[in-house]
């Protein structure tokens, strides 16, 4: 955004909290749902191929699903800290630039119109750091005539 600015790196996991944890939970309880969905429909399709062949009394069959069962459990285990991870990583690239625009901002609502937001490479909302950056030009230029 700003060449001249200095380069900023992350210091914080969560920037701003409550959003991100916000978006992690959303993500969560979707990955729960589909879990759920997903552990529903393999047992519906397992009672209804049990019983239609007749093999609910088999033990190895039953033993096989069962395993089937164990390993979507699993699987949803290992991918829920994969899931917390990629929601705190999308949500930092919108977080951390509505932290720098509310202090710019908040800077300017204290009559200091001096300062420029300098946002990370491939974070969002570019375009609105530049439009506060435009108004912060605006301004001083206004008050120096």
């Given at each position: 955004?700003?060449?001249?600015?200095?380069?900023?790196?992350?210091?914080r996991?969560?920037?701003?909290?409550?959003?991100?944890?916000?978006?992690?939970?959303?993500?969560?309880?979707?990955?729960?749902?589909?879990?759920?969905?997903?552990?529903?429909?393999?047992?519906?399709?397992?009672?209804v191929?049990?019983?239609?062949?007749?093999?609910?009394?088999?033990?190895?069959?039953?033993?096989?699903?069962?395993?089937?069962?164990?390993?979507?459990?699993?699987?949803?285990?290992?991918?829920?800290?994969?899931?917390?991870?990629?929601?705190?990583?999308?949500?930092?690239?919108?977080?951390?630039?509505?932290?720098?625009?509310?202090?710019?901002?908040?800077?300017?609502?204290?009559?200091r119109?001096?300062?420029?937001?300098?946002?990370?490479?491939?974070?969002?909302?570019?375009?609105?750091?530049?439009?506060?950056?435009r108004?912060?030009?605006?301004?001083?230029?206004?008050?120096?005539?």
């Open positions: 955004m700003d060449s001249t600015g200095p380069a900023y790196r992350r210091r996991v969560l920037v701003n909290p409550p959003l991100q944890l916000a978006f992690v939970k959303a993500m969560l309880i979707v990955l729960g749902v589909m879990a759920l969905a997903a552990l529903a429909a393999v047992y519906v399709a397992i009672r191929t049990l019983s239609t062949f007749e093999l609910a009394n088999d033990p190895v069959i039953v033993s096989l699903f069962r395993s089937a069962f164990w390993l979507i459990m699993l699987e949803l285990l290992v991918l829920t800290p994969l899931v917390v991870w990629l929601g705190i990583l999308l949500t930092h690239k919108v977080a951390g630039p509505l932290v720098r625009i509310f202090a710019v901002l908040d800077q300017m609502s204290r009559g119109y001096d300062v420029r937001i300098t946002l990370r490479k491939g974070d969002m909302l570019v375009e609105l750091a530049e439009a506060v950056n108004l912060s030009e605006n301004i001083r230029s206004q008050l120096k005539s």
